[in-house]
């Protein structure tokens, strides 16, 4: 069990930045990956993006809509993750949700799959005003 808060959320204008945090707590020696999915107003879920510790590694994944404007700086003890978002566009508004997952993979793209996650923050609203 891994409980995950997500933080930072608020409004922007075009341009701007913000940095979201994710803090989690309970079985955490034992995540795999952590991410982020948001999900916008009339649209489904989608996939922002992950850090995964797998195989003694740790690998990156983003969108191609973000590459370039988000990072995804994490705490080596999984107890945390952030995504620091830049040059926010309007687009980019909507409901920002923490992951998480035990689930081991050696294929990146399972971690660009809601499916792979199993924990959930409640998620925190970023708005991006033209």
């Known amino acids: 069990q891994v409980q995950l808060v997500e933080s930072g959320g608020g409004s922007v204008q075009t341009g701007g930045s913000l940095r979201l945090s994710c803090a989690a707590s309970?079985?955490?020696?034992?995540?795999?990956?952590m991410g982020w999915f948001r999900q916008a107003p009339g649209k489904e879920r989608e996939f922002v993006a992950a850090m995964s510790w797998v195989w003694g590694g740790r690998n990156e994944y983003y969108r191609e809509s973000v590459k370039g404007r988000f990072t995804i700086p994490a705490d080596s003890d999984k107890n945390a993750i952030y995504l620091q978002m830049d040059n926010l566009s309007p687009e980019d508004t909507a409901i920002y949700y923490c992951t998480a997952t035990n689930l081991n993979y050696k294929i990146g793209d399972y971690y660009q799959t809601s499916r792979t996650y199993n924990y959930w923050g409640q998620g925190t609203q970023v708005t991006v005003s033209s």
């Open positions: 309970g079985r955490t020696l034992t995540t795999a990956a």
